[in-house]
């Protein structure tokens, strides 16, 4: 039996972290002519408070939200759209979702 240790686990968090930067950053073209510069983000937690807390703490004016279909069951208690919510009824800014 293998244990999973702390160190393991912030390993695990930083390659998570490092994967979702590279991911959110190809979102964004680099031809696009863009006002204000993009400032990517990756957190742990719980999705609706992180969302809100980071947008808190760096003053935004806007969250957008992507949003996609869960293809198992299983996955019907993190439903997307329970966190779009969320974060819509409990935040300051204007909140937009997305749906691909």
């Known amino acids: 039996m293998q244990f999973t240790t702390a160190s393991d686990v912030m390993q695990m968090q930083e390659k998570g972290r490092a994967n979702s930067l590279r991911r959110l950053k190809e979102l964004v073209s680099q031809n696009a002519k863009l006002a204000v510069a993009p400032e990517f983000v ?11 807390q980071v947008a808190k703490t760096l003053k935004s004016d806007a969250i957008i939200l992507g949003l996609h279909r869960k293809t198992r069951i299983g996955a019907a208690s993190h439903m997307p759209w329970a966190t779009a919510y969320e974060a819509a009824c409990d935040a300051w800014c204007s909140v937009l979702t997305v749906r691909n």
Request: aromatic fraction near 10%.
């Open 42 to 52: 990756v957190e742990f937690g719980t999705p609706a408070e992180k969302i809100l």
